[in-house]
Protein backbone atom coordinates (compact mmCIF):
# COMPACT_ATOMS: atom_id res chain seq x y z
CA UNK A 1 0.00 0.00 0.00
CA UNK A 2 1.35 3.32 -1.20
CA UNK A 3 -1.02 5.39 1.24
CA UNK A 4 -1.10 4.58 4.94
CA UNK A 5 -3.14 1.97 5.56
CA UNK A 6 -6.74 2.63 7.40
CA UNK A 7 -7.01 1.70 10.67
CA UNK A 8 -10.18 -1.10 12.05
CA UNK A 9 -11.84 0.05 15.24
CA UNK A 10 -13.43 -2.70 16.58
CA UNK A 11 -16.93 -2.27 18.48
CA UNK A 12 -18.94 -5.13 20.76
CA UNK A 13 -21.43 -5.32 23.30
CA UNK A 14 -24.86 -4.39 23.86
CA UNK A 15 -26.75 -1.46 21.28
CA UNK A 16 -26.05 1.63 23.42
CA UNK A 17 -22.79 0.19 24.72
CA UNK A 18 -21.75 -0.06 20.92
CA UNK A 19 -23.20 3.44 20.07
CA UNK A 20 -21.13 5.01 23.28
CA UNK A 21 -18.23 3.54 21.76
CA UNK A 22 -18.78 4.87 18.13
CA UNK A 23 -19.64 7.90 20.09
CA UNK A 24 -16.46 8.12 21.66
CA UNK A 25 -14.33 7.49 18.52
CA UNK A 26 -15.78 10.40 16.60
CA UNK A 27 -15.39 13.01 19.66
CA UNK A 28 -12.37 14.47 18.99
CA UNK A 29 -13.44 15.87 15.30
CA UNK A 30 -17.12 15.98 16.10
CA UNK A 31 -17.41 19.17 17.02
CA UNK A 32 -15.39 21.02 14.27
CA UNK A 33 -17.18 18.64 11.74
CA UNK A 34 -20.65 20.55 13.39
CA UNK A 35 -19.56 23.76 13.66
CA UNK A 36 -18.51 23.96 9.91
CA UNK A 37 -21.89 22.03 8.25
CA UNK A 38 -24.40 24.01 6.58
CA UNK A 39 -26.70 21.01 7.05
CA UNK A 40 -26.62 20.72 10.87
CA UNK A 41 -27.60 24.72 10.60
CA UNK A 42 -30.22 23.79 8.76
CA UNK A 43 -31.57 20.90 10.68
CA UNK A 44 -31.06 22.69 14.17
CA UNK A 45 -34.63 24.36 12.96
CA UNK A 46 -36.09 21.20 13.76
CA UNK A 47 -36.05 21.07 17.12
CA UNK A 48 -39.20 20.30 18.86
CA UNK A 49 -40.87 19.92 15.63
CA UNK A 50 -43.85 17.21 16.01
CA UNK A 51 -42.44 15.51 13.08
CA UNK A 52 -39.33 14.77 14.74
CA UNK A 53 -41.28 13.01 17.49
CA UNK A 54 -43.43 11.13 14.68
CA UNK A 55 -40.17 10.05 13.16
CA UNK A 56 -38.66 9.24 16.62
CA UNK A 57 -41.77 6.96 17.86
CA UNK A 58 -41.58 4.99 14.19
CA UNK A 59 -37.86 4.43 14.64
CA UNK A 60 -38.83 3.10 18.48
CA UNK A 61 -41.48 0.69 17.48
CA UNK A 62 -39.45 -0.79 14.45
CA UNK A 63 -36.13 -0.81 15.23
CA UNK A 64 -35.47 0.09 19.44
CA UNK A 65 -31.68 -1.73 19.02
CA UNK A 66 -30.66 0.82 16.10
CA UNK A 67 -31.96 3.86 18.63
CA UNK A 68 -30.28 2.67 21.65
CA UNK A 69 -26.84 2.71 19.26
CA UNK A 70 -27.88 6.31 18.30
CA UNK A 71 -28.63 7.52 21.85
CA UNK A 72 -25.27 6.09 22.80
CA UNK A 73 -23.40 7.24 20.60
CA UNK A 74 -25.00 10.94 21.77
CA UNK A 75 -23.74 9.79 24.91
CA UNK A 76 -20.20 8.77 23.43
CA UNK A 77 -19.77 12.34 21.78
CA UNK A 78 -21.49 14.31 24.76
CA UNK A 79 -24.55 15.81 22.77
CA UNK A 80 -28.10 16.28 23.34
CA UNK A 81 -29.58 13.19 22.43
CA UNK A 82 -32.08 14.71 20.40
CA UNK A 83 -29.39 16.65 18.18
CA UNK A 84 -27.98 13.60 17.49
CA UNK A 85 -31.40 11.94 15.97
CA UNK A 86 -31.97 15.54 13.98
CA UNK A 87 -28.45 14.89 12.27
CA UNK A 88 -29.33 11.11 11.25
CA UNK A 89 -32.58 12.42 10.56
CA UNK A 90 -31.00 14.94 8.36
CA UNK A 91 -32.53 13.43 4.81
CA UNK A 92 -35.66 13.77 6.19
CA UNK A 93 -35.81 17.01 6.92
CA UNK A 94 -33.18 18.85 4.92
CA UNK A 95 -33.87 17.57 1.31
CA UNK A 96 -30.53 18.51 -0.63
CA UNK A 97 -28.06 17.31 1.84
CA UNK A 98 -24.47 17.21 1.05
CA UNK A 99 -24.49 12.57 0.83
CA UNK A 100 -23.45 11.71 -2.57
CA UNK A 101 -21.98 9.14 -3.74
CA UNK A 102 -22.03 6.66 -7.24
CA UNK A 103 -22.64 2.67 -7.19
CA UNK A 104 -21.51 0.49 -9.63
CA UNK A 105 -22.61 -3.51 -9.74
CA UNK A 106 -22.01 -6.08 -12.19
CA UNK A 107 -23.23 -9.96 -12.00
CA UNK A 108 -20.84 -12.64 -12.96
CA UNK A 109 -20.87 -16.32 -13.26
CA UNK A 110 -18.29 -16.78 -10.05
CA UNK A 111 -18.74 -14.12 -8.13
CA UNK A 112 -20.75 -10.55 -7.88
CA UNK A 113 -19.31 -7.00 -7.67
CA UNK A 114 -20.31 -3.71 -5.84
CA UNK A 115 -18.33 -0.96 -6.65
CA UNK A 116 -18.94 2.33 -4.60
CA UNK A 117 -17.67 5.89 -4.22
CA UNK A 118 -18.20 7.61 -0.95
CA UNK A 119 -19.33 10.67 -1.49
CA UNK A 120 -19.29 13.40 1.54
CA UNK A 121 -18.32 16.70 3.00
CA UNK A 122 -14.69 17.55 2.19
CA UNK A 123 -13.75 18.53 5.97
CA UNK A 124 -13.97 14.53 6.37
CA UNK A 125 -11.03 13.68 4.31
CA UNK A 126 -9.23 11.63 6.14
CA UNK A 127 -11.25 11.60 8.93
CA UNK A 128 -13.70 8.13 8.37
CA UNK A 129 -13.45 5.67 9.49
CA UNK A 130 -14.01 1.46 8.97
CA UNK A 131 -15.63 -0.02 12.15
CA UNK A 132 -15.71 -3.96 12.99
CA UNK A 133 -19.47 -4.06 14.80
CA UNK A 134 -20.39 -7.38 16.20
CA UNK A 135 -23.53 -6.93 18.34
CA UNK A 136 -24.59 -9.75 20.49
CA UNK A 137 -26.74 -12.16 18.50
CA UNK A 138 -26.69 -10.16 15.14
CA UNK A 139 -24.35 -11.13 12.21
CA UNK A 140 -22.12 -8.35 12.95
CA UNK A 141 -20.17 -6.01 10.04
CA UNK A 142 -17.51 -3.95 8.82
CA UNK A 143 -18.72 -0.28 7.47
CA UNK A 144 -17.47 3.24 6.74
CA UNK A 145 -18.18 5.15 9.75
CA UNK A 146 -19.23 9.12 9.62
CA UNK A 147 -18.43 10.48 12.67
CA UNK A 148 -21.89 11.23 14.39
CA UNK A 149 -23.99 8.81 12.18
CA UNK A 150 -24.92 5.11 12.41
CA UNK A 151 -22.66 3.60 10.17
CA UNK A 152 -24.84 1.69 7.80
CA UNK A 153 -25.88 4.45 4.97
CA UNK A 154 -22.34 4.26 3.44
CA UNK A 155 -20.45 0.69 2.96
CA UNK A 156 -20.10 -2.79 4.41
CA UNK A 157 -20.72 -5.96 4.67
CA UNK A 158 -22.01 -8.19 7.14
CA UNK A 159 -20.59 -11.66 8.71
CA UNK A 160 -23.62 -13.42 6.60
CA UNK A 161 -22.20 -12.29 3.48
CA UNK A 162 -24.70 -9.34 2.82
CA UNK A 163 -23.15 -6.14 1.44
CA UNK A 164 -24.54 -3.18 1.10
CA UNK A 165 -23.85 -0.09 -0.53
CA UNK A 166 -25.82 3.35 -0.75
CA UNK A 167 -26.38 6.27 -3.03
CA UNK A 168 -28.52 9.17 -1.16
CA UNK A 169 -31.69 10.28 -3.36
CA UNK A 170 -33.28 13.97 -2.07
CA UNK A 171 -36.78 13.31 -2.05
CA UNK A 172 -38.96 16.59 -1.35
CA UNK A 173 -41.60 14.90 0.49
CA UNK A 174 -40.74 13.02 3.58
CA UNK A 175 -43.41 10.83 5.18
CA UNK A 176 -44.12 9.57 9.10
CA UNK A 177 -42.08 6.30 9.18
CA UNK A 178 -38.77 5.33 9.61
CA UNK A 179 -35.80 7.25 8.88
CA UNK A 180 -33.39 6.13 6.25
CA UNK A 181 -29.84 6.04 8.12
CA UNK A 182 -31.78 3.37 10.41
CA UNK A 183 -33.49 1.56 8.32
CA UNK A 184 -30.27 0.99 6.18
CA UNK A 185 -28.77 0.26 9.91
CA UNK A 186 -31.33 -2.48 9.74
CA UNK A 187 -30.32 -4.23 6.86
CA UNK A 188 -26.95 -5.66 7.95
CA UNK A 189 -28.45 -7.29 11.15
CA UNK A 190 -30.24 -9.45 7.76
CA UNK A 191 -29.49 -13.16 7.30
CA UNK A 192 -29.88 -13.03 3.29
CA UNK A 193 -30.30 -11.19 -0.12
CA UNK A 194 -34.14 -11.79 0.37
CA UNK A 195 -34.55 -11.02 4.07
CA UNK A 196 -32.99 -7.98 3.31
CA UNK A 197 -35.15 -6.80 0.63
CA UNK A 198 -38.55 -7.86 2.46
CA UNK A 199 -37.21 -5.36 5.41
CA UNK A 200 -36.90 -2.64 2.95
CA UNK A 201 -40.42 -3.36 1.03
CA UNK A 202 -41.98 -4.14 4.37
CA UNK A 203 -40.97 -1.22 6.76
CA UNK A 204 -43.00 1.95 6.38
CA UNK A 205 -40.46 4.37 4.72
CA UNK A 206 -39.79 8.17 5.38
CA UNK A 207 -37.89 9.30 2.89
CA UNK A 208 -35.41 7.51 0.75
CA UNK A 209 -32.10 5.95 -0.68
CA UNK A 210 -30.64 4.03 -3.11
CA UNK A 211 -29.61 0.20 -1.73
CA UNK A 212 -27.10 -2.26 -3.69
CA UNK A 213 -27.44 -5.22 -2.33
CA UNK A 214 -25.74 -8.80 -2.88
CA UNK A 215 -25.16 -11.78 -1.10
CA UNK A 216 -22.86 -14.81 -0.81
CA UNK A 217 -23.57 -17.98 -1.87
CA UNK A 218 -26.10 -15.84 -4.67
CA UNK A 219 -25.75 -15.02 -8.39
CA UNK A 220 -28.50 -11.78 -7.75
CA UNK A 221 -27.36 -8.39 -7.41
CA UNK A 222 -30.21 -5.59 -6.38
CA UNK A 223 -30.77 -2.33 -7.20
CA UNK A 224 -33.57 -1.13 -4.57
CA UNK A 225 -34.72 2.54 -4.80
CA UNK A 226 -36.96 2.00 -0.92
CA UNK A 227 -38.51 5.93 -0.47
CA UNK A 228 -41.28 7.52 1.39
CA UNK A 229 -44.02 6.53 -1.76
CA UNK A 230 -42.75 3.20 -3.18
CA UNK A 231 -40.43 0.46 -3.00
CA UNK A 232 -38.69 -0.38 -6.50
CA UNK A 233 -36.41 -3.59 -6.97
CA UNK A 234 -34.40 -4.53 -9.46
CA UNK A 235 -32.16 -7.38 -10.42
CA UNK A 236 -29.28 -6.22 -12.27
CA UNK A 237 -29.03 -8.66 -14.91
CA UNK A 238 -25.01 -7.23 -16.69
CA UNK A 239 -23.78 -4.55 -15.18
CA UNK A 240 -25.24 -1.13 -13.88
CA UNK A 241 -24.81 2.32 -12.18
CA UNK A 242 -26.49 4.84 -9.86
CA UNK A 243 -26.05 8.04 -8.94
CA UNK A 244 -28.21 10.45 -6.49
CA UNK A 245 -31.59 10.37 -8.11
CA UNK A 246 -34.13 8.12 -8.90
CA UNK A 247 -33.98 6.11 -12.24
CA UNK A 248 -36.76 3.13 -11.90
CA UNK A 249 -39.58 3.42 -13.90
CA UNK A 250 -42.49 4.82 -11.67
CA UNK A 251 -39.63 7.27 -10.01
CA UNK A 252 -41.66 10.38 -12.12
CA UNK A 253 -44.59 10.74 -9.69
CA UNK A 254 -42.68 10.96 -6.37
CA UNK A 255 -40.86 14.92 -6.29
CA UNK A 256 -37.09 14.67 -5.85
CA UNK A 257 -33.79 17.06 -6.31
CA UNK A 258 -31.97 15.97 -9.26
CA UNK A 259 -28.42 17.87 -9.26
CA UNK A 260 -26.48 19.07 -11.92
CA UNK A 261 -23.56 16.48 -10.23
CA UNK A 262 -25.82 13.45 -10.03
CA UNK A 263 -27.49 13.90 -13.48
CA UNK A 264 -24.03 14.30 -15.37
CA UNK A 265 -22.78 11.06 -13.06
CA UNK A 266 -25.91 9.04 -14.14
CA UNK A 267 -25.36 10.45 -17.51
CA UNK A 268 -21.61 9.38 -17.62
CA UNK A 269 -22.03 5.58 -15.98
CA UNK A 270 -24.61 5.18 -19.23
CA UNK A 271 -21.66 6.10 -21.45
CA UNK A 272 -19.09 3.73 -19.46
CA UNK A 273 -21.44 0.88 -19.90
CA UNK A 274 -22.43 1.29 -23.41
CA UNK A 275 -19.95 -1.43 -24.44
CA UNK A 276 -21.59 -4.60 -23.41
CA UNK A 277 -17.99 -6.54 -23.86
CA UNK A 278 -16.22 -4.16 -21.64
CA UNK A 279 -14.99 -5.73 -18.73
CA UNK A 280 -16.52 -6.99 -15.67
CA UNK A 281 -14.03 -7.22 -13.28
CA UNK A 282 -13.37 -5.18 -9.85
CA UNK A 283 -10.03 -3.16 -11.53
CA UNK A 284 -12.35 -1.76 -14.43
CA UNK A 285 -15.45 -1.17 -11.61
CA UNK A 286 -12.58 1.15 -9.44
CA UNK A 287 -11.45 2.68 -12.93
CA UNK A 288 -14.96 3.63 -13.73
CA UNK A 289 -15.64 5.26 -10.25
CA UNK A 290 -12.52 7.11 -10.98
CA UNK A 291 -13.36 8.76 -14.04
CA UNK A 292 -13.27 12.37 -14.51
CA UNK A 293 -15.48 12.77 -17.51
CA UNK A 294 -14.15 15.08 -20.82
CA UNK A 295 -17.19 17.12 -20.00
CA UNK A 296 -20.18 17.96 -17.11
CA UNK A 297 -19.15 17.34 -13.67
CA UNK A 298 -17.18 13.88 -13.00
CA UNK A 299 -17.92 10.62 -10.98
CA UNK A 300 -14.61 11.25 -9.29
CA UNK A 301 -15.04 14.30 -7.25
CA UNK A 302 -11.96 16.43 -5.84
CA UNK A 303 -12.86 19.65 -7.00
CA UNK A 304 -12.99 22.04 -3.53
CA UNK A 305 -15.88 23.94 -5.03
CA UNK A 306 -17.81 20.77 -5.75
CA UNK A 307 -21.38 22.73 -6.53
CA UNK A 308 -22.72 20.16 -4.33
CA UNK A 309 -20.45 20.65 -1.33
CA UNK A 310 -19.01 16.86 -2.35
CA UNK A 311 -15.81 15.11 -2.39
CA UNK A 312 -15.20 11.18 -2.86
CA UNK A 313 -13.49 10.33 0.40
CA UNK A 314 -13.19 6.85 -0.13
CA UNK A 315 -13.65 3.79 -2.93
CA UNK A 316 -14.73 0.34 -1.76
CA UNK A 317 -15.16 -2.60 -4.28
CA UNK A 318 -16.80 -5.47 -2.46
CA UNK A 319 -16.13 -8.97 -4.39
CA UNK A 320 -18.91 -11.18 -3.36
CA UNK A 321 -17.94 -15.06 -3.52
CA UNK A 322 -19.92 -18.26 -1.87
CA UNK A 323 -17.60 -18.10 1.04
CA UNK A 324 -17.76 -14.44 1.87
CA UNK A 325 -16.69 -11.23 0.89
CA UNK A 326 -13.77 -9.69 0.06
CA UNK A 327 -13.34 -5.78 0.74
CA UNK A 328 -10.85 -3.24 -1.15
CA UNK A 329 -11.55 0.35 0.34
CA UNK A 330 -9.10 2.96 -2.02
CA UNK A 331 -8.23 6.58 -0.57
CA UNK A 332 -7.05 9.12 -3.23
CA UNK A 333 -6.16 6.43 -5.59
CA UNK A 334 -4.46 4.14 -3.13
CA UNK A 335 -5.33 1.22 -1.31
CA UNK A 336 -5.82 1.95 2.06
CA UNK A 337 -7.45 -1.32 3.22
CA UNK A 338 -8.24 -5.22 2.18
CA UNK A 339 -9.79 -7.92 4.25
CA UNK A 340 -12.01 -10.54 3.95
CA UNK A 341 -15.53 -11.07 5.93
CA UNK A 342 -15.93 -14.99 5.94
CA UNK A 343 -19.66 -16.00 5.53
CA UNK A 344 -20.44 -17.00 9.45
CA UNK A 345 -23.52 -16.24 10.84
CA UNK A 346 -26.57 -17.45 9.53
Known amino acids: MSKQAWELHRIAGEPYEIGRQLGELARPVFDAYMQQSTAWRDVQAWRGHAFVQHLRDAAHRHFPDQLAELDGIAAGLGWQAEDIF ?33 DGDPFLLGKGWLVDIQPRGK ?40 PRMILARAVLDQPTLDAAANLLNGTPRASGFHHTL ?37 CEDEPQI ?24 GAALVDMLHDQAPEGLPIYRDDPHDPDGENTLATALFTIRDDGVALQVHSQHAIVFETFIARTAA
Open 86 to 118: LWNCRGELVHNTPDGCTTFAAARDVETLIAHNE
Open 139 to 178: PGFISFYYPGSLPGHTFAANRAGLAQAINNLRIRRPVTGV
Open 258 to 281: VTDSSRDRQTRVGVLLENDKAPLD
Open 214 to 250: GAAGERRVLSVEATAMRCSIQTVERVSGHANHMIHPG
